[in-house]
């Protein structure tokens, strides 16, 4: 069983081929080195690239608003509270788990984050793709973003890092989209199922 399957989460998106879960609850995980507590690694809402032992190494993030605050600063959008939330240091609120290393994180992702090198870290590349992603697919989940939203209506996306999953999820929770098909307009568009 992975880390992930200990807690109640969704499944939400594909980060290169590796599951990205959206936490319900908080939990631990038990291959990370934090003291086993309820919330000692993922808090409700966190977002986790991979599942942890038994699944890829996870990386955690805990505080997903900030990501979003890096993608829209990045894309040229700014307000107090973006750069408030923007400037906060990913080590607060990024968790590289399960043995793997923000160094080899960075060494299996390295082709991906080449282009992005000389704008920004490794950790908020990351965190902007994934601020990007919630942004345009899961702003329900966070209500500062509709305040952010009104501001930035010409947004579109570039990062692209996380795709939607077309697989049915097997894994102990759910897929948060579904795909669904409208023939009359030829469309294929995910669908939130909450």
Known sequence: MS???LIKHYRIGVFRQIAVYLCREEGCWRGSQHKIEPSSVAKQKA???GGGSGEHPSLVINEPI???AIYLRHAGVSSNSINSFAKQ???GYMVYCDGMTKNEWEDVFKDDYVTWKND????RWIAAGIGE???F???EQYPQ???WRSNSKDMIPYFHLIDIPWDEYGGNGNDYFEIKKRVAEKIIQPASRN
């Open 133 to 135: 992603f919630i942004f």
């Open 66 to 68: 900030n990501c979003v």
């Open 145 to 147: 973003i509709k305040s």
């Open 89 to 91: 240091r990913t080590t």
């Open 120 to 123: 920004l870290t490794f950790d």
């Open 47 to 49: 977002i986790c690239i």
């Open 137 to 139: 697919m899961l702003p």
């Open 3 to 5: 880390d992930i399957d």
